[in-house]
């Protein structure tokens, strides 16, 4: 099983013997006998041979994908449900992706001011919503009207950007698509899915525990599932079908301090089948655990502000390094503008909202020299637990590798997908949604010690800093979703930071203060060079990332339904120092009268 500590803020998203339900979903046929499939390749094989408006250039790259996506989403309050998707939904959505020019310069890359009025057209133009019916005119017709579509905006686009290039002096010359085998994996999609019933009696189950805590204003357990089985071609000859089945509970729960402090709390568990999930047993102490902490915290003392030794304990040490680092480990590139001032804006707030790439730092020391730090999208588990990011292909057909990216501390390679960035001409196989992620992160150190004794070097760095205390986290909160709500916070900047949900302050003599209302204040990137050591037990850590934004230029239609799951392997880690601060007001105001919980 896999679990994480985390919930989510804006998009982010045990069971004992679940049985499969009788439900059929759209089970297509393989090679020349999927409808689908054909119909693709013969409508990319007309307009890759006939599509040309007038004199101007033809496509020389065109891509097809279809998504037939299987949806069930429960949402359980105090052991009532308050939503169901009923019978799993499904849809399907074609997009397309079409490049004129040539690889080394098309109409990729680049961002039009002219075309901010377009809205998110501007990104999803390329999408469409799809017949669910296997009719082959129907599916040539849908992929002829976008196709059509893209090829006169990627005309508009290239002839804007060799305007702009001509307007401007020197800048390294990097390709805008990497050249990459053709490769041929067609898997077959499942026949059968969750028990609805099942999951439906889980959440309520997991919901009603809450009834025994009146304290806590808002609680909820949504459970959501999906399949998503894709078909793709290119007009390189690369040709896929993939099946990606993830189910998700997650666990939430708020309220409120004396001083009208918002206090919440939350985890996620993931898996590819309901078979993943902990067993019921465990979510139900997992919840009643939670429930209970919650409650505690209302009365938890706080302080001003921390500057010294941090040991994030278990899972919240791969929350931390998910949340704060995962993210810059890929390449990434500016886009070209016909407007010089958003390029230097773009960076500025990229830097701002500590989502730049590590590129600049390739060479240079950003882990301790006993830490390395690997993507491996080729293993499924560890210890157990299901790993969240394995995949034989990314979304661009090509083969996923194994790629050391930290060597003792050293940034050695970052990932990439087809499009090249400074230094990362070829694709790693990396690219899931917008743009490259990582799979599977394995953070693996020379300087382990036991659970006690990382105690005691946390409290030894604490005394040299004249600390009677020190400070252990064992869950942070808030994940990859909070992460983008907090980017958008900072970018309004509107009050500060979520509160760390778990966080002690821990004594010599072996006893333990719980803290409440305080958040990381200062943790950038380079921080993590200053770990002083780690535990010898690694936890999995697995959460939704979003990609960088640098991605949403890069000329591709697939952003995917969902955000990518990542997996983090990481030990706990000791970091010598780590800036920490009170939550600032305002808060909401207490409930005027009590639950009505609280009268049975």
Known sequence: MTMTGTGSSIRAKGILAIGLLAFAPLLPAQGKDDIVLHAMKDEMARSMNQLQLQQMDKPYFLAYRTDDVTRKEITAT??????????????????????????????????????????????LGGMEQGALDDDYGQIRREFWLVTDRQYKKALEDLSAKKAALKMRNGGEAIPDFSKEPAITVLERAPGATINSGELEALARSLSAVFRSTPEIERS????????????YVNSEGTAYTRSVPVIKLEVTARTQAENGL???????????????????????????????????????????????PVLFEGAAAGELFVDQF???????RTPMSDNPQFEAFFN?????????????????????????????????????????GTSGIDDDGVKTRETLIIDHGILKNLLTSRVPARGFLESS???????AVPSNLFLSSEKSLAANDLKKELLRLAKERGLDYGIVVRHVGGGS??????????????????????????????????????????????????????GDTPAVYSDELIPGMSTLFGGGAFPGNDLPVVSCVTPSLLFEEVSLAKVDGPFPVLPVSKSPLAEK
Request: proline share 4%.
């Open 78 to 123: 105090l052991g009532s449900l308050t939503s169901t998707s009923g019978d799993p939904y499904r849809n399907r959505v074609i997009s397309v992706e079409l490049r004129v020019g040539d690889y080394s310069l098309d109409n990729s890359n680049f961002f039009s001011m002219q075309r901010l009025r377009s809205g998110p057209a501007m990104f």
């Open 429 to 435: 196989g990396s690219r899931h949604g917008w743009g």
């Open 220 to 231: 909820a357990v949504d459970i959501t599932y999906r399949s998503v089985y894709t078909r």
């Open 348 to 388: 500025q707030m990229l830097e701002r909202l500590g989502g730049a790439s590590l590129q600049d730092r390739m060479g240079a020391r950003v882990l301790p020299a006993f830490v390395s730090l690997r993507d491996d999208p080729a293993q499924a588990s560890f210890g157990g637990s299901i790993l969240m």
């Open 481 to 534: 979703e909070s992460s983008f709500m907090e980017m958008a916070r900072q970018m309004a900047q509107q009050g500060s930071s979520e509160s760390i949900a778990e966080v002690y302050k821990v004594y010599a003599d072996g006893h333990e203060e719980p803290l409440r209302g305080i958040h990381i204040a200062a943790l950038p990137a380079e921080s993590f060079k200053e770990i002083v050591a780690t």
């Open 326 to 332: 995962a993210a810059r480990l890929a390449a990434s």
């Open 262 to 308: 918002p206090i919440s709390d939350s985890f996620s568990v993931y898996g590819r089948r309901a078979e993943d999930l902990p067993s019921r047993e465990t979510l139900l102490a997992r919840a009643q655990g939670m429930a209970e902490g919650i409650v505690k915290l209302r009365s938890a003392s706080s302080l001003d502000r921390y500057n010294g």
